[in-house]
């Protein structure tokens, strides 16, 4: 009996995506794909990009977490979706996985971890909207 050689059916990848303004900051972005899922930890990072694999480690899971259905039809219905966890600072990865199971028509886990100091600074506008563009050029890249 021949043995077939199978790819693995997960995937891990994290990258650094360099600052495009002064007063948004760098961010890492990690992803793991598994068959029709995707889990994504997204935050700011002050790690060199060849260190940039270690910036999920030091930041939070679940500052901002939620989870996302894409919907079965191609409606105009949005993505099912919940919380996972929540601070009271932010609910911006409901919204965005939302959005992104939409988009791109698998479930989504996605974890945002950034600063609150950055709301405070007017900056989250700018910063959720770099996050988002960031998600949406890398799970393009793979799909």
Known sequence: MA????????????????????????????????????????????SEPEEVHNAPLQGCLSKDWACAMPPREPSGTSAAATSLYRSSSSDAALSMA????????????????????????????KLMLAIERALVDVLRSET
């Open 3 to 46: 043995s077939t050689a199978t790819q693995p059916r997960i995937h891990v990848e994290t990258r650094y995506i360099p600052s495009a303004e002064l007063a948004v900051p760098a961010l890492a972005v990690q992803i793991t794909r598994l068959v029709d899922t995707v889990m994504i930890w997204a935050g700011t990072t002050d």
């Open 98 to 125: 939302q959005r992104l199971a939409r988009r791109f028509k698998k479930q989504i886990f996605l974890s945002i971890d950034v600063p609150p100091s950055l709301g405070s600074m007017g900056q989250e506008g």
